[in-house]
T-cell receptor, first 110, second 115 residues
């Protein structure tokens, strides 16, 4: 089963607001990945983090790899309607097995 | 780079039938992974290949499931005697050889519905 605790489970926000979500684990990971999934599609990679403490941005997205290597967070700034979807964190161990959180559903209202 | 492709995108079958899904990874990605995703959950690991060798299988992969990657390129996942509990999205991902920039790229998935 999944070992990652992702929160919040869902978020209802207004366009223009910032969004924050986080993921914690009982295990240490070498890599943290954040994906976005639209209905009926596969997850799309947003950001990859490779070093503890690393802070990485991709446009309006910013993610950090926690110092303990057991947590990560994702921020979305100035949300827009196309940010709607389910965001997943995933920890990657040394031989490539991904463990996912249960996802954060983001709904953006105009 | 054409991305990971999966076929079919949707499959509806009756309980007890066999189904087979195909995954074509990104070219030159030597590792290929299969995941299963049920509603409201993140994907769960099923099995993975390095080239043609199947190196790990999850306990989720019962005896009715078999996966192959005969030439180290595309892979197939077969489910025999399907059950309603097999209904899920089956996702394939590929991973590049590059060391130090590890990640996985997913295909669009195959949605299986067992009636």
């Amino acid at each position: 089963g999944q070992q990652l605790n992702q929160s919040p489970q869902s978020m209802f926000i207004q366009e223009g607001e910032d969004v924050s979500m986080n993921c914690t684990s009982s295990s240490i990971f070498n890599t943290w990945l954040w994906y976005k999934q639209d209905p009926g599609e596969g997850p799309v990679l947003l950001i990859a983090l490779y070093k503890a403490g690393e802070l990485t941005s991709n446009g309006r997205l910013t993610a950090q790899f926690g110092i303990t290597r057991k947590d990560s967070f994702l921020n979305i700034s100035a949300s827009i309607p196309s940010d709607v979807g389910i965001y997943f964190c995933a920890g990657l161990n040394s031989w490539g097995k991904l463990q996912f959180g249960a996802g954060t559903q983001v709904v953006v209202t105009p | 780079d054409t991305g990971v492709s999966q076929d079919p995108r949707h499959k509806i079958t009756k309980r007890g039938q066999n189904v087979t899904f195909r995954c074509d990874p990104i070219s030159e990605h030597n590792r290929l992974y299969w995941y299963r995703q049920t509603l409201g959950q993140g994907p769960e690991f099923l099995t993975y290949f390095q080239n043609e060798a199947q190196l790990e299988k999850s306990r989720l992969l019962s005896d009715r499931f078999s996966a192959e990657r005969p030439k180290g390129s595309f892979s197939t996942l077969e489910i025999q005697r399907t059950e309603q509990g097999d209904s899920a999205m089956y996702l394939c991902a590929s991973r590049p050889k590059t060391v130090g920039a590890d990640t996985q790229y997913f295909g669009p998935g195959t949605r299986l519905t067992v009636l």
